[in-house]
């Protein structure tokens, strides 16, 4: 996962696509502790229970994804 993603997650919570508890900030650092903590989890899971190969080539699905959607 890319270090943008619990930002993101944030973002899509507060418009409402997720929910709220993906909003929630830390005061004194402005960093979104849960989102992150969440992500981590998820990535350390992926990493963990998956192959190499398949986590390979899913990382350069969502990176040509990302590429194409970039505006």
Known sequence: MNSFQP?????????????SFFSDINARTQ??????????ILAAALAFFMDVSQLA???????????????
């Open 31 to 40: 960093v979104p502790v849960k989102s992150t903590v969440i992500i981590g």
């Open 57 to 71: 080539g899913m990382v350069c699905y969502v990176f040509e994804l990302e590429m194409f959607y970039e505006e």
């Open 7 to 19: 930002r993101m997650f944030m973002a899509m919570a507060r418009d409402g696509l997720l929910p």
